[in-house]
T-cell receptor, first 114, second 112 residues
Framework: ETGVTQTPRHLVMGMTNKKSLKCEQH?????MYWYKQSAKKPLELMFV???????ENNSVPSRFSPECPNSSHLFLHLHTLQPEDSALYLC?????????????FGPGTRLTVT | SQQGEEDPQALSIQEGENATMNCSYK?????LQWYRQNSGRGLVHLIL?????REKHSGRLRVTLDTSKKSSSLLITASRAADTASYFC????????????FGKGITLSVRP
């Protein structure tokens, strides 16, 4: 148990659906991250938030829309996804975005787009 | 290509043996971190080693860093079946805050 929870753990959605992934951290951290993990590819950073403000968008398509209402919660809103978006989506948090922080990961949401 | 590249891609050993995994990177780093991932789960942080450090220990884990060769190694001593997982090195580039750049990972299988 890392102190970072993600819901749902599994999600199957059609290409025309709209769904949201939720992440919550109970560690008092100020920075939160979304990553995408596809088979046989390195973990890809998608978004970074620090004190609720987005500080990085790693050229992510607009069909992925993040939301960070406070430092403890992070959402990823999904709409009109493509089959290649099927992957494990991981949320992480860290005390800040300074250079020497380790990141704490949630268990991930396994997303399948049909 | 990605910043961190692990070697080998897969490793299978007998319980009790030591496992050595390597990571090479291309550009100047602030620090290097090793993570473990059990199948289909989130990543768990193992060790962070700063660019001015050469070696760190945590329990059965030993990490070395050679900045002149731009490489790091993770040694797991007296391996256990529970060590079976994927292991990733991640680098924080100089000036890149806490942005981690991951490699593709090493799959370690420890046979009972």
């Amino acid at each position: 148990e890392t102190g970072v929870t993600q819901t749902p753990r599994h999600l199957v959605m059609g290409m025309t659906n709209k769904k949201s992934l939720k992440c919550e951290q109970h560690l008092g951290h100020n920075a939160m991250y979304w990553y995408k993990q596809s088979a046989k590819k390195p973990l890809e950073l998608m978004f970074v938030y620090n004190f609720k403000e987005q500080t990085e968008n790693n050229s992510v398509p607009s069909r992925f829309s993040p939301e960070c209402p406070n430092s403890s919660h992070l959402f990823l809103h999904l709409h009109t996804l493509q089959p290649e978006d099927s992957a494990l989506y991981l949320c992480a948090s860290s005390p800040g975005t300074g250079g020497f922080y380790e990141q704490y990961f949630g268990p991930g949401t396994r997303l399948t787009v049909t | 290509s990605q910043q961190g590249e692990e070697d080998p891609q897969a490793l299978s050993i007998q319980e009790g043996e030591n496992a050595t995994m390597n990571c090479s990177y291309k550009t100047s780093i602030n620090n290097l971190q090793w993570y473990r991932q059990n199948s289909g789960r989130g990543l768990v942080h193992l060790i962070l080693i700063r660019s001015n450090e050469r070696e760190k220990h945590s329990g059965r884990l030993r990490v070395t860093l050679d900045t002149s060769k731009k490489s790091s190694s993770l040694l797991i001593t007296a391996s256990r079946a529970a060590d079976t997982a994927s292991y990733f090195c991640a680098t924080v580039l100089t000036g890149a805050n806490s942005k981690l750049t991951f490699g593709k990972g090493i799959t370690l299988s420890v046979r009972p």
